[in-house]
T-cell receptor, first 112, second 114 residues
Framework: EDKVVQSPLSLVVHEGDTVTLNCSYEVTNFRSLLWYKQEKKAPTFLFMLTSSGIEKKSGRLSSILDKKELFSILNITATQTGDSAVYLCAVGSGTSYGKLTFGQGTILTVHP | NAGVTQTPKFQVLKTGQSMTLQCAQDMNHNSMYWYRQDPGMGLRLIYYSASEGTTDKGEVPNGYNVSRLNKREFSLRLESAAPSQTSVYFC?????????????FGPGTRLTVL
């Protein structure tokens, strides 16, 4: 059974702090790893990673994948209150595109 | 472009009642999905449709049926609602092939079954 585990489950920081969110996985026929941000409503796409060691960046957010050790991290630097959200990790696996297994999510709260 | 839309936003049902959740997308995607989200459990796939006219079970299909009405619309039906189906339901869509893992989500339907 495919499994995706995120840590920590929740995190409280102050504006300006840097945070690292973790996602580890055990799946058959790994295809991709995705990060989503969920603020109250729909999850919104952040990154998709398929190759080990290549960092994806978007502003203050960055992510990297380690396919040997089966994990990914999402870094957020200089956090802002608008970064408060649930961050979801999902792994695409198997022979069918679109089959994703989601982790439980990390609840990030950024205080002013 | 509206993206993925869902109706209704909220619904309260009594045990045994039936209802249909509606989903539509205007991104010309072939693949569509229904998920449920429960506290501490992440998103779990209920059913998906790789293309118009096809549907397949996901991880938690029991108690649900789906209809892929056309390329744009994918509905989820609860025939006899149970309290265990209290959840937030999300519809998503994606391209087929290598783009299929990047899914775009609707705003969700919060369903309470009493």
């Amino acid at each position: 059974e495919d499994k995706v585990v995120q840590s920590p489950l929740s995190l409280v920081v102050h504006e300006g702090d840097t945070v690292t969110l973790n996602c580890s996985y055990e799946v058959t026929n790994f295809r991709s790893l995705l990060w989503y941000k969920q603020e109250k409503k729909a999850p919104t796409f952040l990154f998709m990673l398929t190759s080990s060691g290549i960092e994806k960046k978007s502003g203050r957010l960055s992510s990297i994948l380690d396919k040997k050790e089966l994990f990914s991290i999402l870094n957020i630097t200089a956090t802002q209150t608008g970064d408060s959200a649930v961050y979801l990790c999902a792994v695409g696996s198997g022979t069918s595109y679109g089959k994703l297994t989601f982790g439980q999510g990390t609840i990030l709260t950024v205080h002013p | 472009n509206a993206g993925v839309t869902q109706t209704p936003k909220f619904q309260v049902l009594k045990t045994g009642q039936s209802m249909t959740l509606q989903c539509a997308q205007d991104m010309n995607h072939n693949s569509m999905y229904w998920y449920r989200q429960d506290p501490g459990m992440g998103l779990r796939l209920i059913y998906y449709s790789a293309s118009e006219g096809t549907t397949d079970k996901g991880e938690v299909p029991n108690g649900y049926n789906v209809s892929r009405l056309n390329k744009r619309e994918f509905s989820l039906r609860l025939e006899s609602a149970a309290p265990s189906q209290t959840s937030v339901y999300f519809c998503a869509s994606s391209e087929t092939g290598p783009g299929g893992d990047t899914q775009y989500f609707g705003p969700g339907t919060r369903l309470t079954v009493l």
